[in-house]
């Protein structure tokens, strides 16, 4: 007879299969699903109950992180949704477990989200330009392509040329989970994008990648392995941290403050929540939501013009 430990590795080869997740989901959902099944001391499914995960919740609750931080509630939901991610799989396969739908996640507390507008942006886009070398060409159309497209990082260092075509409006990117959207290029991200590309005497398939002297030599070595070099998404973090500094930008600058600042640009002029989720390759229209102060300070609008005024 089956034990715990041979159904965990049929449902981790299914989330690789049948999912089509990614090794980094298939290990991490083992990781949280390992901490628990060894916390409860669980031989069979059976014996997973509403007790040992409201201990075992409690427990991950008073843990520490490697910061020596309490676990975020986030951190800890994510053990939750791999359990009940498993237990749907036990469900499905006629296996006796406690229902999935026993397990409810904490409640998030609200989330105040960064993002850049009006001058702050417009100094953070221009930051590069000075001087006007390879390197800032670069990195200007970076900043463009972030702002134009809400890309994540990770995205947009996985960029090939081949990936757009600069006559178009639009090109497709693979996301998180292998989901494929469509993003759209502004002007300004085609112009700079343009003007980098023709700086580029390399062969180098990525579209940013290091272009310092010590790169380019091995670059020549790197064309007969096909074993190219592209920025990291921790060198992008570094290249737009510096740019906001020389912005005179005070507040944490990241990727993601970029990814906000797009999807703040669409709701503020006019975009609905839906196609802002499906721009974004949100899975979830609740993910989307952490963008509902855009959406408040639009109400606030409505009230002032049609209540206001009494």
């Not at 430990?5 to 090794?23: A, G, Q, V």
């Not at 699903?33 to 060894?38: E, H, M, Q, V």
């Not at 507008?117 to 070398?133: I, K, N, V, Y």
């Not at 990770?154 to 469509?182: M, Q, Y």
């Amino acid at each position: 007879m089956p034990n715990i430990n041979d159904y965990l590795r049929r449902f981790l080869e299914h989330l690789e299969i049948e999912k089509n997740r990614s090794p980094l989901t298939v290990r991490n959902y083992q990781f949280y699903l390992d901490r628990f099944l060894n916390f409860a001391k669980i031989k069979n499914p059976i014996d997973i109950t509403q007790e040992n995960i409201r201990q075992f919740r409690l427990w991950l609750n008073r843990q520490n992180n490697q910061s020596k931080n309490p676990i975020k509630i986030s951190t800890q939901n994510y053990h939750l949704i791999a359990l009940r991610s498993f237990l749907k799989y036990l469900a499905k396969n006629d296996i006796k477990a406690i229902a999935p739908d026993k397990i409810e996640l904490a409640k998030m507390p609200s989330r105040q989200i960064a993002f850049l507008e009006g001058s702050d942006l417009e100094r953070l886009l221009g930051a590069p330009l000075t001087p006007q070398t390879s390197t800032s060409l670069r990195d200007k159309a970076m900043l463009e392509l972030f702002f134009s497209t809400g890309l994540r990082v990770s995205e947009l260092t996985n960029l090939k040329k081949d990936d757009i075509n600069l006559k178009k409006d639009e090109f497709t990117v693979k996301g998180k989970g292998g989901k494929w959207r469509v993003v759209f290029l502004s002007n300004q991200a085609k112009y700079w994008l343009a003007k980098y590309l023709e700086a580029r005497r390399d062969f180098n398939p990525f579209i940013f990648i290091p272009l310092d002297r010590a790169h380019n030599q091995r670059d020549k070595k790197k064309m007969k392995d096909k074993d190219w070099e592209k920025l990291t998404p921790r060198s992008v973090q570094r290249l737009i941290k510096r740019y906001s500094k020389m912005a005179g930008i005070t507040k944490n600058i990241t990727p993601h403050v970029l990814r906000h600042s797009y999807a703040t640009d669409l709701l503020q002029n006019g975009a609905d929540i839906r196609s802002v989720q499906e721009m974004l390759g949100h899975s979830s229209i609740t993910t989307t939501q952490i963008y509902t102060h855009v959406t408040n300070k639009g109400l606030a609008e409505v009230f002032k013009n049609f209540h206001g005024k009494k």
